[in-house]
């Protein structure tokens, strides 16, 4: 079977160092290993209206932002197909056909729109689209006959979700869907990279987030402040590397290479960890090391996002192509699922025999 590839992102903000190493860092090194035939990426502004409804211009501000990001990364839109999930109209439409099967205490359980729920405090007055997101992301996967979901931790559920619609379908109509795997990052500290705050994870709803298009000084700003080990007060103090955020983004980022370039008297990580346990490593210093680290890594994708915001009409004009291209792929599949629920009236020769006009 040939790899189709989705993933997606919503437009509620600019994407964050959690996008980057949870699933964008993989999508781009997806689009290059001939393994993979096609590769959709969606930027998934019809999800983010089910609790951002009130506030469309939030919305649509961040298409051109998100779009910006994955072309600064290094995705390549002669080889990706990029998106805008509203202009996929087909993809509404299988939302409601797959809305059948599943039931309203399956969505419940869900633990991820459980969490999403308590965190938006959306209480008993939960909006009917967000809490049935789930359904529609299955139809975004399955349009495309994704097989592979380069995602992060908290969207298994999701892929969950969707593989036992993709199952029920076939089983109920017809072999016409691709059940879907999930992908998560081949470094597990990076399966849900915690905000700067020391919370679970890193989100743009949270507000603790370092962005891809930070500058260098609001870069040190968030690093500088970021939590550590609250007993580790003196450098000559043992600290603590458990639940310490620094030394968690540094085994999401840092290589053996960092230290050579930035911190020579270590040779690796282990070392640097060994000598902060023991005591005599100041928080200045290991919060100096990770600025710089992720500034390195920053400042490419910096300079190329700077020369895409001066040709913005190139961007438009990915999207729009993409849009197109993704509505043709998305209504073949579409008109498979009609097919196989016998709801094909006009195109179908049995039905057109039987019922049409005759002389
Ligand atoms: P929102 O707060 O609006 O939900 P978000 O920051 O959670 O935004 P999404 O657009 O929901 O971002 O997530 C897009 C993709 O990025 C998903 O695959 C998700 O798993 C992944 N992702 C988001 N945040 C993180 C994180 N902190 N660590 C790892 N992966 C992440
Ligand atoms: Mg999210």
Do not use: W
Request: hydrophobic content about 35%; overall charge neutral; proline content about 4%.
């Amino acid at each position: 079977m040939e790899n189709i590839i989705l993933t997606g992102d919503r437009p509620t903000g600019k994407l964050h160092l959690g996008h980057y190493v949870g699933s964008l860092k993989e999508r781009v090194k997806m689009q290059n290993d001939a393994n993979y035939k096609d590769m959709y990426l969606m930027i998934a502004d019809s999800q983010a209206l089910t609790d951002n409804f009130s506030n469309p211009n939030k919305v649509r501000d961040n298409i051109i932002e998100v779009a910006l990001d994955y072309l600064s990364v290094g995705i390549d839109p002669n080889k990706v197909t990029i998106f805008i999930q509203s202009q996929v109209s087909a993809l509404t439409e299988l939302t409601f056909y797959y809305m059948n099967l599943v039931t309203v205490s399956r969505l419940k359980r869900n633990p991820t729109v459980k969490s999403e729920i308590n965190l938006r405090g959306f209480n008993n007055s939960i909006p009917a689209g967000f809490f049935t997101y789930p359904i529609s992301q299955a139809a975004d996967i399955t349009a495309f006959k994704a097989n592979i979901v380069p995602v992060g931790e908290d969207q298994l559920p999701m892929i969950e979700q969707t593989k036992e619609i993709v199952h029920t379908f076939n089983n109920i109509y017809d072999e016409v869907l691709v059940m879907p795997h999930a992908v998560l990052p081949s470094n597990k500290v990076c399966f849900r990279l915690p905000g700067t705050d020391g919370k679970n994870k890193m989100s743009k709803s949270l507000g603790n987030c370092i962005y891809l298009s930070d500058d260098s000084d609001t870069l040190k700003k968030k690093v500088m402040s970021m939590y550590t080990d609250p007993n580790h007060i003196r450098v000559d103090d043992p600290g603590k590397i458990e639940g310490n955020v620094v030394f968690t983004y540094l085994d999401a980022f840092c290589e053996d290479e960092h230290f050579e370039k930035f911190m020579p008297e270590y040779k690796n990580l282990e070392q640097l960890k060994a000598h902060y346990q023991k005591g005599g490593v100041g928080d200045i210093k290991i919060k100096k090391f990770l600025y710089n680290i992720l500034d390195s890594i920053l400042e490419p994708i910096r300079i190329k996002r700077h020369e895409y915001e001066g040709k913005i009409g190139y961007v438009y004009e990915i999207l729009k192509k993409g849009s197109k291209k993704a509505s043709d792929t998305a209504n073949e599949t579409l008109n498979e699922v009609k097919n196989a629920m016998r709801i094909n009236y006009f195109i179908d020769k049995d039905f057109i025999n039987k019922y049409s006009y005759k002389e």
